[in-house]
T-cell receptor, first 113, second 111 residues
Framework: QKEVEQNSGPLSVPEGAIASLNCTYSDRGSQSFFWYRQYSGKSPELIMFIYSNGDKEDGRFTAQLNKASQYVSLLIRDSQPSDSATYLCAVIHSPSNDYKLSFGAGTTVTVRA | SAVISQKPSRDICQRGTSLTIQCQVDSQVTMMFWYRQQPGQSLTLIATANQGSEATYESGFVIDKFPISRPNLTFSTLTVSNMSPEDSSIYLC????????FGPGTRLTVL
């Protein structure tokens, strides 16, 4: 069973702090990793993708990938109330998987003003 | 990035009826998918919509219950057949070109 697991929430952080979200995956052959943000009642919105080991930064967001340990994380620096949402980790397990995204259960983040 | 629209945005249906959801992408895309998101849950892939051929269904989903069409590279439909209250969910169309994008979803309530 190929699985994507995320740290259980909800995660509450004060405004200006760093929110740290973790995701592990079971298929060692996984190639592509995504973080989506989903506001309540809305569809998921892609915020980060990462394919190679290491860190990738985009504004206040940093994605970290460690394929040896099979985890991917998302850091949100200087958290804002507008960052309050559910964050979904998604994985494409392998190139032969016809590009299907598998999602984790999501971590709900609340940023306290 | 591709822009995806879905119709209807929401509907309330009676048990035993069927609803067809339309998904339109503003550009040609290689892959289109249909997901379901039940209340408080994450996204579950229903099927891959294949252009010009039968859809590829995930475990637990069957064509008789969720027939899918994809007549061209920009359009797909998902039908939820013989509905029951357990089908109440948000149904999301997704398209992949360089990345994966989602439509706004169709919120379905079955009474």
């Amino acid at each position: 069973q190929k699985e994507v697991e995320q740290n259980s929430g909800p995660l509450s952080v004060p405004e200006g702090a760093i929110a740290s979200l973790n995701c592990t995956y079971s298929d060692r052959g996984s190639q592509s990793f995504f973080w989506y943000r989903q506001y309540s009642g809305k569809s998921p919105e892609l915020i980060m993708f990462i394919y190679s080991n290491g860190d990738k930064e985009d504004g206040r967001f940093t994605a970290q990938l460690n394929k040896a340990s099979q985890y991917v994380s998302l850091l949100i620096r200087d958290s804002q109330p507008s960052d309050s949402a559910t964050y979904l980790c998604a994985v494409i397990h392998s190139p032969s998987n016809d590009y299907k995204l598998s999602f984790g259960a999501g971590t709900t983040v609340t940023v306290r003003a | 990035s591709a822009v995806i629209s879905q119709k209807p945005s929401r509907d309330i249906c009676q048990r035993g009826t069927s609803l067809t959801i339309q998904c339109q992408v503003d550009s040609q895309v290689t892959m289109m998918f249909w997901y379901r998101q039940q209340p408080g849950q994450s996204l579950t892939l229903i099927a891959t919509a294949n252009q010009g051929s039968e859809a590829t269904y995930e475990s637990g989903f069957v064509i008789d219950k969720f027939p899918i069409s994809r007549p061209n590279l920009t359009f797909s439909t998902l039908t939820v057949s013989n509905m029951s209250p357990e089908d109440s969910s948000i149904y999301l169309c997704s398209a992949a070109d360089n990345h994966w994008f989602f439509g706004p979803g169709t919120r379905l309530t079955v009474l």
